[in-house]
């Protein structure tokens, strides 16, 4: 099966990737590979991960094509001074055995540091090739605006965790008007979607289960999700969810179950040295 690609400022990103938060050491090679066996293209690491090592050894394991998937990482906010963004990046393709990744991102806003001069070395970093295309994650509103207009190169995507339980339409809309695609972590809720009754009952009539209703809600907005699971078996089932469609009334009762306390991501960059 061919996954969909969502295309936003020159860049086509697969609308599943296997997310890899906490995946480590051979459970991340052997998702990875498995994942790229089954037909993900698209996988999504960090520096703060502390696997992106793993993700190469798996990328490496499957025999895909390199220029088959499309691979993420992310920047921590601790390296966003304009030189040591560029050996962070060189030190993500170091330790991935890459030569260019197809998407870099800065992991979460730090206001420490000027917004203009980490978008300088951002756009840099692609411009020297180290990147194909670049983003942000965790950037509200006000934020991607700044983003876009000091940004020299296209940003092609924001990053945000989003699920049935969480209503994001202000920053979707956003990301939207300036051309970007919305990658959505978290998909499932952090399992959480796995268990709701809402879902379960929509999934039955459509033979599917509530986690694949959790990311098919948002597939079918054109929304990016890249789940996580250390389960093999699992990884068929997340990426099983272009086979059938929502009904605008089932749509409807699922953004219901957005609620104000739905949010699972509750961080704010302050400087210190601890991963979130
Ligand atoms: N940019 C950021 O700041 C940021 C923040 C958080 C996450 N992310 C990225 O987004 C990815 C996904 O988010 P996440 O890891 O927070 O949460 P998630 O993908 O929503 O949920 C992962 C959890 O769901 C379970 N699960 C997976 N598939 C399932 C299924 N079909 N049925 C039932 N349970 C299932 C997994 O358990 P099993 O392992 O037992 O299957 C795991 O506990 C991360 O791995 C990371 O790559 C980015």
């Known amino acids: 099966m061919q996954v969909p690609v969502m295309q936003a400022n020159g860049a086509k990103i697969p609308l599943v990737g296997l997310g890899t938060w906490d995946l480590r050491g051979r459970t991340c090679a052997r998702m990875v590979d498995a994942a790229l066996r089954l037909g993900y293209r698209h996988i999504d690491t960090a520096e703060m991960y502390d696997n992106e090592r793993e993700v190469g050894e798996g990328l490496r394991a499957s025999g895909v094509a390199r220029d088959a998937v499309f691979v993420t990482t992310k920047i921590w906010p601790s390296h966003f001074a304009r030189r040591e963004l560029e050996q962070a990046a060189n030190a993500s393709l170091a330790r991935l055995r890459l030569e260019q990744v197809d998407l870099l991102l800065l992991h979460w806003p730090n206001p420490q540091i000027p917004l203009s001069e980490t978008l300088d070395a951002l756009c840099k970093v692609k411009r020297t090739g180290l990147a194909r295309h670049i983003g942000v994650s965790n950037f509200n509103v006000a934020l991607l605006d700044q983003a876009v207009k000091l940004a020299a190169e296209p940003l092609v995507c924001n990053q945000v965790e989003m699920h049935p339980l969480l ?68 990884l068929s089932e997340n990426l099983a969810i272009f086979d059938f469609e929502l009904s605008p009334a089932e749509m409807r009762e699922i953004a219901d179950l957005a609620h104000p306390g739905g949010r699972i991501v509750d961080y704010a960059y302050s400087g210190s040295p601890q991963w979130d």
């Not at 990301?175 to 879902?199: D, E, Q």
């Not at 694949?212 to 699992?234: A, K, M, N």
């Open 167 to 234: 209503d994001q339409s202000k920053v979707v809309a956003a990301s939207r008007g300036h051309g970007m695609a919305v990658v959505a972590y978290s998909p499932i809720a952090r399992g959480s979607a796995a268990n709701n009754k809402v879902l379960a009952r929509i999934g039955k009539a459509h033979g599917k289960s509530a986690a694949q209703l959790s990311l098919r809600f948002l597939v079918q907005q054109g929304i990016v999700v890249i789940p996580r699971t250390s389960r093999v078996e699992r």
